[in-house]
């Protein structure tokens, strides 16, 4: 089906290219990590949901590691990346994308100094029981700071708690802004609509939650240590309510589109009939959205427990990540199907190896993990064995 | 059973379609001497405040020819499939509408197919290029300002600052900028603004044997850009779009988008 009673497929010369292609699509998608994976501590840090106690220290570092690779994709679309400050030094403040550089190294420095609060009695630890080498680097660490006095925990737990805090609002902004540099076009159909930061929020909190359990599962199979199922129970209730949340503003979206019957629908109609049809229609919405919600109610109505809710967790948790992974995908690509020709729709074909191919992209995908086993190597990060023994 | 009428019109129609490919070939040599001039002449005495440019478009002279096209190509080094201008034919039928561009319309356009010919409602030519948008949206978005407005109304790429990322190709609604494969930062049609500054007019514009295609500046009564714009009978491409369009067109059908 063609769009505006086009007889054939007809693109604009310059839309014969999709621009912004797997590099744009995994962007959003490290960066919705970062903002899910850190509002799960902070659901621990300020809102006192107890049972995250143990994950709160967990989801800050996944967090962070994410973090550090947010922008790495964006690095290698450009087409000039050795300009790529002039985004700090000439920004242009009427564009959406100008302050990204602020707000993600501003979110940046906010994670690293919550980190380092969290950390810095071990740092003080480290450096006092090693020597050479070592205590060279731990007492760097400690940023010159060596006394750890009860008095000084207590500041570091309320500086925390307020770092926390601030941070639920950027994290939100951090990610909301990217769902408005696309949400802002008014030139693509698929993309124009103010719902669009809170579709990119909500759907980053299903994916660094998702994300979550799936890491923490796994590092505790990997080291044989328990699990704290009532936290995962916790987690899998919190992530249900955003995936209910997630999944109704992207329907309502679309179905507004369809019964408005405007200009909007004469694209998206063919799009989701044609291009989109296997990622959109069945992909993301039939087998990735509904089944991990149906087995998301289950876990949460039924109060499945240890194993079985183990693996059902786990279960509807991959089904989320790759589905915010497809919906990213969707959003991206599926906008530049449309050809600004309103009269055809251009293809996008996957390569491996370029620039912007599938192997790159994995790559940067498998960076933060990378990072966070080189951390845990140093760093303790989780710290309720004996809590969770004594059970 | 045909009217003489629709008749008439046919014969109108398969000119049309089938007239690009001879016209290009026979204007050849007009794009030589129109292209020698464009390195002369230095652009002191040009004051950028004191102009008001538009670009007119004339749908119903268009041949689809592909001169202008050639001209732009040559004159601006725009790499092979890609475009600054195209011309885009259209065919109305009762069925709907039939679009092409075959390689942007750089060399005509073939003869068109004898089955769609004979449903043709109306057919045309239509040229395409950028809008220089009052309220440009790819100037708004550019992360860096490569992207701007000059003091005289063009909207022009800084080669040595864009960033190439892109952005400006998906805020434009027309489909006229493209991520330039050589020298890889974003590029689109400049209205020439090099000739321009030197009392010139684009190249599009000297290299099209139907007048289809004008410039000129508003401020000036004698331009006839000037009278266009006070006949009031222009249309712009996209007006739901809001942007602006500097570049008017003339006799524009309902159809072209
Ligand atoms: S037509 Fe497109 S590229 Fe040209 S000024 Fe308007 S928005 Fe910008
Ligand atoms: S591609 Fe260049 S001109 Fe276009 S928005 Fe990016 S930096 Fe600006």
Redesign the interface.
Known sequence: MLPNESLVNFIFPNNAHIDWSLMIVIYPYITGLVAGAFVVSSLYHVFRIREFEGIARFALVAAFCFGLFAAVPLLVHLAQPQRAFNIFFTTHLTSAMSVFGYVYSSYMVLLMVELWLTYRDYFIERAKETSGLQRVVWTALTLGVTEYTPESARIDYRLTTFLAAIGIPWACVLHGYVGFIFGSVKANAWWATPLQPIIFLMSAIVSGMAMLCLMYSFVRWRTGRPYDYAMIRKLMTFLWGFVIIDFTIEVLEVFYVYYEHGHHWSLIGPLLSGPLYNSFVITQMLILSAIPFLVLAVVVIRAIDRKPLLYLANFASLLLVLQVLVMRFNVVIGGQNISKSDRGFATFHFEILAKEGVLPALIILAAPFVVYYILSRFIPIFDDDERLTAR | MKQPETNGRRVFLSKLLGGGVAAAGALMGLRAPALAKVLEGPDEGFDPGEHDYVFVVDIQKCIGCGNCVRACGIENNVPE???RT?I?RYVV?H???????P??GMNGFEAIDPA?REQAINAFFVP?LCNHCAEA?C????????TFTSPEGFVLVDPE???????C???????????NKER??ADKCTWCYHRIRRGQQPACVTVCPTGSRSFGDTRDENDPVAQILKDDQWDVLKP??HTQCQVLYVGLPR?V?
């Open positions: 499939g890609q475009f195209w885009e039928t069925e709907g509408v039939h679009v092409d561009s390689e942007g769609l395409k949206p100037v708004q978005v550019c992360p860096v300002g490569a600052h864009c960033i190439g990322c892109g952005y190709i998906q805020a434009c609604p027309y489909g006229v900028r493209f991520m890889r930062v739901g779009m159809v988008v």
